[in-house]
């Protein structure tokens, strides 16, 4: 009898505890956000305040440089670049077409390892371990790569200087090849839901492979593309040490610009500080909503079907 009161007690506790731990992790984006909304007395006041006193647009009128910021806390802020409005656009842009590539490249070299055993049995497995190379490993070697040997093996075989440091294509084009191992592993686990018995019978209808690949495959693993294209973008979003490496100043991503309030002077600016987070964070929140809507859809079509 005791021992049915502990065990229908247990779901109750187990409760409480994961809210306790759900507040706790979730209260340093309570605060950032709250943050962005307060005044600047109030930023690092004490006792502090949980929610702002004096609500205040003040900091996304800074960062996104709206006319009626005119304070001297704003031109501070202005006159140092620290606008976001440039970083937003190269952020969207490098992600979205990053993701891009790596998802339609790997999505075709998943399909070559599914289907004709590219690499060998275990490739799938050493295309993952590549990814788990920590960043700092490569950052250097790249640098030079890009600041040093390409510029001055194309002015020695072209008679011109083709640097790709600073650069959009620069900072896609590594991002497209960090991403591509996770590309492969995910897809992978769709392509191969996919029973070959329907390939088969297009072929003898007739069909070419790639007319197969396009018409058959590709539309039952669509929700897994989407799936797959939301993480990897997620990931690129929010990389900060290889665009640190390998941009500034021409291009800037907004992990990149936040960096730039640590100096003595601007890292006092905690509240700009807060809502530049507080953009950066609602993008990957919203994807992260729409990547659970369809994981259900994405990992559950093959089982439903068989």
Not at 129 to 151: E, F, G, Q, S, W
Not at 179 to 208: C, K, N, Y
Request: net charge positive; proline share 5%.
């Amino acid at each position: 009898m005791a021992f049915r009161r502990r065990w229908q007690v247990f779901p109750y506790v187990r409760h409480v505890l994961l809210m306790v731990w759900v507040v706790f992790a979730l209260f340093p984006t309570f605060w950032m956000v709250s943050t962005s909304f307060k005044d600047a007395g109030e930023w690092i006041a004490w006792p502090p305040h949980w929610l702002p006193h004096e609500f205040t647009l003040l900091n996304y009128q800074q960062i996104f440089a709206f006319g009626g910021a005119a304070t001297e806390l704003s031109r501070s802020a202005t006159d140092h670049a620290f606008s976001i409005w440039k970083a937003l656009g190269d952020s969207l842009v490098i992600c979205t077409a990053s993701s891009l590539a790596a998802l339609i490249l790997g999505t075709f070299l998943a399909y070559c390892v599914s289907r004709f055993g590219v690499g060998g049995r275990n490739f799938r497995y050493v295309v993952l371990t590549i990814r788990m190379v920590p960043p700092i490993v490569i950052a250097i070697p790249i640098l030079m790569y890009y600041a040093i040997l390409i510029p001055y093996t194309t002015e020695y075989l072209f008679g011109t200087r083709v640097s790709l440091y600073d650069t959009y294509v620069g900072l896609g084009l590594l991002y497209t090849v960090t991403t591509l191992p996770f590309v492969i592993w995910m897809m992978l686990s769709f392509i191969d839901e996919v029973p070959q018995t329907l390939e088969h019978a297009a072929r003898l209808l007739g069909a070419g492979r790639l007319y197969t690949l396009r018409r058959v495959v590709l539309p039952l693993v669509v929700s897994g593309m989407v799936v797959t294209f939301l993480f990897i973008f997620i990931l690129n979003w929010s990389e900060f040490l290889l665009a640190l490496t390998l941009t500034q100043p021409g291009v800037s991503t907004l992990p990149v610009l936040l960096n730039k309030f640590q100096s003595a002077v601007e890292g006092r600016l905690y509240g700009p500080q807060a809502a530049i987070g507080t953009v950066i964070t609602l993008p990957v929140l919203i994807l992260g909503i729409l990547i659970q809507k369809h994981l259900v859809k994405g990992f559950s079509f093959g089982m439903i079907r068989k």
